[in-house]
């Protein structure tokens, strides 16, 4: 074997390697993407205005640049359509996302009331759908804005979790990210592979 056929094998060990506990790495990746366009999360933290939309098309090409393949957004299956889908070590990932903005009051950050409520509930439905998926399916979410030091989120992922059947572990399913900008805050990243 070459020396380029051997770095060719290495560089993909690598990036398999990478995507071993896949909820993990989907946490880690959209910690970095958070962090990279600070500038951009702090305006939709003020406003509390969700990204979704954005933050779909920058957590596909993460996924890409690390290894995973068949890369789509809005990728239709069996009469659904998920946010993002992907192909890794053979398996089809189906990945629902959602940012679930909150009602809390924080200094710096706009006082609006959003539907808490609705958006946990369009969580479990998303889950829901995804057991029913012919693959793998992530529910992925994020919760924002949260106080510093305050727990009420765990209400929330409480529920997710009763309802769905499925178990959420800090640092393997979810991470809290500090926010320090206009606003001391943090955002709730989570995701978890929902099963039958």
């Not at 406003?47 to 068949?70: D, I, R, V």
């Not at 509930?121 to 829901?128: H, K, P």
Request: charge should be negative; proline fraction near 2%; include cysteine.
């Amino acid at each position: 074997m070459n020396a380029q056929a051997l770095a060719e094998i290495s560089e993909m060990g690598l990036r398999v390697k990478s995507m071993e506990n896949i909820e993990t790495k989907i946490i880690e990746l959209i910690e970095t993407i958070i962090y990279d366009h600070f500038n951009l999360i702090n305006i939709a933290l003020r406003q509390k205005a969700k990204f979704e939309g954005w933050l779909k098309f920058e957590l596909a090409s993460a996924l890409e640049k690390n290894g995973a393949e068949s890369v789509s957004v809005e990728y239709n299956y069996e009469g659904q359509r998920a946010d993002i889908s992907f192909v890794h070590n053979q398996d089809r990932y189906f990945i629902e996302l959602k940012t679930s903005n909150t009602n809390w009051r924080i200094d710096g950050i706009e006082a609006k009331t959003r539907p808490i409520t609705k958006n946990i509930n369009s969580i479990i439905m998303d889950g829901f759908k995804l057991m029913l998926c012919d693959g793998i399916g992530l529910v992925v979410f994020l919760l924002f804005p949260i106080p510093k030091n305050d727990s009420r989120w765990r209400q929330y992922t409480d529920r997710i979790s009763k309802d769905l059947g499925i178990r959420l572990i800090e640092d393997k399913n979810y991470k809290l990210l500090n926010i320090d900008s206009d606003s001391s805050c943090q955002i709730l990243v989570s995701a978890v592979i929902t099963e039958t």
